[in-house]
């Protein structure tokens, strides 16, 4: 079976001077029907990746392919679409 999300060297860093490192050099595939945990200290990049990687961020380095495509680079508006029609989320903090 074939990852249906697959991040190569993904990275993301915020502008500044020095520039910050939220996600650096990460190489991932989570295969369909799987469940995938991400763990690790407070602070470390958690967070981060996962609005890498549920298209809600842009990678500012690397590759984010999702069924084949890759979806990095796509607008906002068509990175909505996919998550509309293919992903589900449950926020940490979820006031209303």
Not at 26 to 54: A, M, R
């Amino acid at each position: 079976m074939s990852a249906i999300l697959e991040a190569r060297d993904l990275g993301r860093q915020l502008p500044g001077d020095p520039p910050i490192t939220l996600v650096k050099g990460v190489d991932l595939g989570i295969e369909p029907g799987c469940f995938t945990t991400i763990v690790g200290p407070s602070g470390c990049g958690k967070s981060s990746l996962l609005y890498l990687l549920g298209l809600i961020d842009r990678p500012t380095s690397g590759e984010l392919l999702f069924d084949g495509r890759e979806v990095s680079k796509l607008s906002g508006d068509e990175r909505a679409k996919i998550r509309l029609a293919r992903f589900g989320f449950v926020f940490q903090f979820h006031f209303l």
